[in-house]
Structure formats: structure tokens, C-alpha cells
């Protein structure tokens, strides 16, 4: 076997191992795969690269320029995955292990590219939440903003996934425009390294925005400054240590932690023998115990169920488990690999021993066990093991020691309360499951266990197929937990981008806040002009642009008849005397959605031109109630463009409707796609 030296990427240059070189073996047959060592490394010209290279180019690019180099990089990625799943298998993986890690990956880049797309705008600046008014004249506005942080986002990784590990922290922080250093764990660095150097091969990114440590950090969080950030994933003990480094405390270094815990699943009381919630949760736990070998941060570690069915749980997980072939993760027949490394296998092993302490083995043995195509002993092989415990609330360990490899634990409650009390004491966790229909059950569980536990599962009868999994995080939400989980939260959607930026209180008039931010806002001064704003294409129009239209009356026969033509027939628009008993109405009142159409009717221009599409408007309110003989006008003032391809962009319009006394009637933004 060929071993490979890894080397590190460190400003713009790869650099070989050197001084103290650590041999890494293979998790099935013990043979060394690779060398890593990162003496020699310069931390301090790693970090003023990325701030001083890195930084400013990802800066200079808008969010949109940023999905798309990140939609980019995963195309590329996925057509060279073959490659990583092939070095993949040398650490115990199976191939449908590896495409949890890589495809994994390589799916979060995508998610990520979209949402980018779709949620943030086409601008360096991220205009936050709504507009804040502080004064009674208008005059002095607030609004929060955020920006990127102008420092370096360190991110340290653990040995389980080392692909998606990795892509899942860059693709919100490469978003945000901040560069990253990334430091693999050592145990799998083979595979972490090779996707990093497809990433710097595709030069996709610009100069600076990543690195990379084979190896240790030397004294690199010592050089971290309040504009960076340290995201870390793994043990609790590691992250205690990481996160007392003085200068990481001076310096306020934003720190987020991602770490192992005792995730716990329930079956609902509901769940019994025989009905489809029992069967889909044996399901779930047999793959949550051997998917990776357990070696999931998500993977289920207490199997909280009905004391009068623990026995039936037992067998039926029993039962599974003793089809699972274990062996050289290659061979089509294997059903789980081994563990990342020999001294993984040991820290398992010894954790097994702590949980037997307080609860009975009722399947496996680690002293004999049968391993296909490879040897048992060479390689860092363990069997599925089942603990099932008599006293779950007279324990410690069970709810305090996790052997981070195939083991689980059986244990029973009393009722709904009793269930959740197990669950939380865990004292925070990255994920629990419950397998209930009835809704009642599930709304307990939250309100019961919510705040220990940062992603609470539930799955029935009618999640099938659709479900992902106990312990499969997605990158559209949460991944973190309170407590023992770290109190820290990854990807998470547009959360997960705001970690690496800093939100601002902006405090302004109105025209310097719409200059700020790119958007018209209520008192910035109005641009009108003799064109129709439908008349110019998208880079023609000027955020503020504004058209006041020609006023028109609104008759009794006018709400008459579109009641009649609608088949909206309420009392409030036919019935004079009921309408005048409505403290809310003066009598017979127009239909909102007549005075939509009226609008419409008076600021539409009719003729083809650059305006392609309506589709959809925003924050709708009607304010006032327009009576028969009120006379309408509108003003509508382009607030917010945003480029969505080279054809075409969004244009968020600022609607106001007002009657003749001057007083608005209803307000509401109006999107349209224009032609670029």
C-alpha cells in the first residue's frame, strides 16, 4: 500500500510534512495509509493571509456571487467523488457510510448555493428583520445590518465525517465572506486532504479563502482576534480545552462547539408490538446503531421505551442486529465497517466495560464476533453491542458515559414524564426521536424536552419515506444542542451564515439609510419622473423611482358588483346596518381586494415592456375602510432590486393607496420580474 503524505495548504502553497511525521493505519487492516505532521508551519502567516488576501476578495463579492461560486464547487466535487470513496473505505466506511459523508457534503454546498440564492440578496450588506421607527416624525430611523467579519473562521473537525465535517462549516462561513482555515482530525486527514486539494485545484474560490492544517495548531488560537471565529466539532473534554485558551477569552473569540452527546429516542406510549411506530423505530435504531459503525455525533445512545415492551424492543433490535455482517467495509455483504482506528476501538471498548457496570449485555461480545474479510484483530473492529438496564433512574453512566461506536442501551419508563426526565437527563443533546401518532404525545415531548435537545425528531406512520432519520442533520436546520451538546448550533440555513457576520444596530435619517442599505425607506426622498418606472429595464431603474397615479372614484355600484361578480357577499359590503353595528366600519365599505384591483388599475402600464411577471405581493394591510364616493390614489416607489440571473431580477415595489383626504388606506410590496 502506497502511503500518502499529507501535506498542508498554508498562503497559496502546499507544504509537506516535516519534523515529528505520525504514521496514520488503516481502520480494517492496520497497514499505515498515510504520514501527517505540521511542524514548520507558520500560524501567524496563515491567519494574515486569509485576513489580508482572503477576506477582502470573498468581500468584494456579493452574496449571490458567493452561492454561485459555492453551486459551482459542488458540481465539481460530485463528479470526482468516486475518487474519495475509494480512500474513504481504508477508514472503516462502507460505501453507503462514505455517501453520508460525501455526498452529505457535497448536498450541503448545494443547499447552501440554493438558499443563497433565494433568501439573501444580490448585495454585500444583509438588511436584518424589520424597519424600526424612532421617532414620531419619521425622521430618524433604525435597522439592523449585518456584515461580514473581517478576520478568519478556524474550523476544527472530528474523525467520523471527514467530508461533510468539512463542507458543512465552509459552505455557510464561504457565504457570509469570511476564509477559513480548516484543521481535519488526524485519524481520517487521507480523505479530509484529498477533497481539499479538489477544492484548490478547481479554482473556483478566490486566493486566501481557504487552508488547511495537516496536523496540530500550533499557537494559532493564540493569534485569534475578536473578528474571528473557532468552530469545533467533537468531545466534550476537547472542547472544555479549547475553549479555555486565555486569548480565545480575552479577545471574546466567537466559539462554536458541536459536540458529542447522549442523544436518546422514545417509543410513544401509543407505539406498541404491532402497530407501524414500533416497527419503523426497530428500523431506526438498528441503522442508527451500525450506520458509520455508530459513530455518529447524532447516533441513538439511550433507547427509551414502555417498561411492559422493553423485552419485545430487545428482541426485535436483537434480532436485526444478528443480520448485520460485520466486515471489510468493501465487500458487498458487509453491513458495518469498523471504527475509524485501533485507538477509537479501545476508548469503545472501555466505555463498554463503564456501561456494564450498570446495565446487563444482552447482545454482543466483544471477545467473539465474526469479522468477513478481514481480521478482527488487525483491524478496529467491534460487534454491535446492546445493553438493556433494570434501574435507569438509579444510574449515573448511562446518562453520563457515551462509547462513541456501536452501543446502545434499552431502557424502561412509567409514563410520558418518566420518558422525558430519562431523555434530558442526558443534560443536553444533539437530537432526540420520538415514534408516536398521536399528536398529544408530541406536543408533550416538546414542551417537556425542547430546551434539552437541539433537534427533536418524530416520526409515525405517515412521515414513510419522506423522513430523513433520527440522525441525519440537514442543512436547512439546527445542528447543535444545549448542554453537554456544546450550547453552540451549525448550518441551521441563514442562521448558520450569521455566525460569521456582525449584526448592527444602523441609527440614520431616512436617505442615508436607504443609501446604506440599498433600499427605499418611508421618508427618503422620492423620485419622480416623467417615464413610467414599468418602462425601464432592471439596470435602469433607481431604487426610489416613484409613479403617483391619477385618483379614481369608488362607487356603491362598483362594490355591488364585484360582490356579485366574486361571490363575496359579506354583510360589510351589503348590508348597511349590519356594517354600521361593526365598530370597525362607518357602513357599507369596500372590499379590500377591489381596492387592490383598482389600484392595480391605476399604476399598471398595460403595453409589453420590461416587465415580465407579477408574482406576488408582501405584507398586505388595509388601514383604513374605503366608503362609496372615496377617491383613491396610488403611489408606487421601486424599494428593492435584486439580480436573480442574467435574463431577469426582482423588483420589490412600495405600495401606499390613499383617499382623497391624504390618508393611506393600504400598503403592501408588490413583486414583479423585470428584464435585465
Request: include cysteine; charged fraction near 20%.
Amino acid at each position: 500500500m502506497t502511503v500518502i503524505s499529507l501535506n498542508s495548504f498554508a498562503a497559496g502553497r502546499w507544504i509537506a510534512p516535516s519534523g515529528r511525521v505520525t504514521p496514520l493505519k488503516s481502520a480494517v487492516t492496520g497497514e499505515v495509509v498515510a504520514e501527517i505532521g505540521a511542524a514548520g508551519l507558520n500560524f501567524s502567516t496563515m491567519a494574515d493571509h486569509a485576513r489580508t488576501v482572503g477576506g477582502p476578495a470573498l468581500r468584494k463579492m456579493t452574496f449571490h456571487e458567493r452561492a454561485a461560486m459555492l453551486k459551482a464547487l459542488a458540481q465539481y466535487l460530485n463528479e470526482r467523488r468516486d475518487a474519495l470513496y475509494e480512500l474513504s473505505y481504508e477508514t472503516g466506511a462502507t460505501k453507503p457510510d462514505s455517501m453520508i459523508d460525501i455526498d452529505g457534503g457535497i448536498g450541503t454546498l448545494f443547499v447552501y448555493a440554493s438558499k443563497g440564492r433565494r433568501e439573501l440578496p444580490d448585495d454585500t450588506i444583509l438588511v436584518e428583520g424589520a424597519l424600526e421607527r424612532l421617532s414620531r416624525s419619521g425622521n430618524f430611523l433604525g435597522q439592523h445590518v449585518a456584515t461580514p467579519l473581517q478576520g478568519v473562521a478556524v474550523h476544527i473537525n472530528a474523525f467520523n465525517f471527514p467530508v461533510w465535517g468539512m463542507l458543512e462549516k465552509l459552505a455557510p462561513t464561504l457565504l457570509a465572506g469570511v476564509p477559513a482555515i480548516v484543521k481535519p482530525a488526524s485519524a481520517t486527514a487521507w480523505v479530509a486532504e484529498a477533497c481539499f486539494r479538489m477544492i484548490v485545484e478547481s479554482g473556483l474560490l478566490p486566493e486566501g479563502a481557504v487552508q488547511f492544517i495537516a496536523g496540530g495548531t500550533g499557537d494559532l488560537l493564540d493569534r485569534l482576534t475578536g473578528q474571528d471565529v473557532v468552530s469545533f466539532t467533537g468531545s466534550a473534554s476537547t472542547a472544555v480545552m479549547l475553549r479555555a485558551n486565555r486569548n480565545l477569552l480575552e479577545n471574546s473569540v466567537r466559539f462554536i462547539a458541536e459536540q458529542d452527546s447522549l442523544n436518546a429516542t422514545i417509543l410513544g406510549p401509543d407505539a406498541a408490538p404491532g402497530t407501524p411506530e414500533f416497527d419503523v423505530f426497530v428500523k431506526e435504531v438498528h441503522r442508527e446503531m451500525t450506520a458509520k459503525a455508530g459513530q455518529k455525533c447524532t447516533a441513538i445512545r439511550r433507547i427509551i421505551v414502555p417498561e411492559a415492551h422493553r423485552g419485545a424492543v430487545v428482541e426485535a433490535v436483537s434480532e436485526r442486529l444478528a443480520k448485520t455482517v460485520v466486515g471489510n467495509p468493501r465487500a458487498e455483504t458487509t453491513r458495518m465497517g469498523a471504527l475509524a482506528s485501533l485507538a477509537q476501538r479501545e476508548d469503545v471498548l472501555e466505555k463498554v466495560c463503564q456501561l456494564a457496570s450498570e446495565a446487563k449485555r444482552v447482545y454482543g461480545d466483544p471477545d467473539k464476533f465474526e469479522v468477513e474479510g478481514a481480521d478482527a484483530k488487525a483491524g478496529a473492529f467491534v460487534p454491535p453491542i446492546l445493553f438493556s438496564s433494570d434501574d435507569p433512574d438509579g444510574s449515573e453512566r448511562l446518562h453520563s458515559v457515551e462509547a462513541f461506536g456501536p452501543v446502545s442501551t434499552v431502557m424502561g419508563y412509567r409514563d410520558l414524564d418518566h420518558a422525558l426526565a430519562l431523555a434530558n437527563r442526558g443534560k443536553g443533546s444533539l437530537v432526540a426521536s420520538v415514534f408516536t401518532h398521536d399528536p398529544a404525545v408530541a406536543r408533550a415531548a416538546v414542551l417537556g424536552a425542547g430546551s434539552f435537545h437541539g433537534r427533536l425528531y418524530f416520526a409515525d406512520r405517515d412521515t414513510g419515506k419522506d423522513a430523513t432519520g433520527h440522525g441525519s442533520p440537514l442543512p436547512h436546520m439546527v445542528h447543535g444542542g444545549p448542554g453537554r451538546a456544546g450550547g453552540g448550533e451549525e448550518m441551521g440555513g441563514i442562521r448558520g451564515v450569521m455566525h460569521y457576520m456582525q449584526r448592527t444596530a444602523v441609527q440614520a435619517s431616512p436617505e442615508l439609510l436607504a443609501g446604506i442599505t440599498g433600499r427605499y425607506m418611508p421618508g427618503a426622498k422620492l423620485k419622480e419622473k416623467e417615464v413610467h418606472p414599468f418602462r425601464l429595464k432592471f439596470g435602469e431603474l433607481e431604487i426610489g423611482h416613484t409613479l403617483w397615479t391619477e385618483s379614481r372614484q369608488v362607487t356603491l355600484e362598483d362594490i355591488e358588483h364585484f360582490a356579485e361578480f366574486t361571490g363575496d357577499t359579506f354583510y360589510a359590503h351589503m348590508d348597511e346596518e349590519a356594517a354600521k353595528a361593526n365598530p370597525f366600519f362607518p357602513g357599507r365599505v369596500a372590499h379590500g381586494y377591489l381596492i387592490l384591483s383598482f389600484a392595480a388599475g391605476l399604476f399598471v402600464d398595460p403595453a409589453p415592456g420590461p416587465v415580465l411577471a407579477n408574482y406576488g405581493l408582501d405584507n398586505l394591510r388595509f388601514m383604513k375602510p374605503v366608503s362609496p364616493g372615496d377617491m383613491l390614489k396610488v403611489r408606487l416607489t421601486a424599494k428593492q432590486k435584486t439580480r436573480r440571473n442574467d435574463e431577469y431580477g426582482e423588483v420589490r415595489w412600495d405600495v401606499g393607496v390613499y383617499n382623497q383626504d391624504g390618508d393611506q388606506v393600504a400598503s403592501y410590496e408588490l413583486l414583479t420580474m423585470n428584464a435585465m
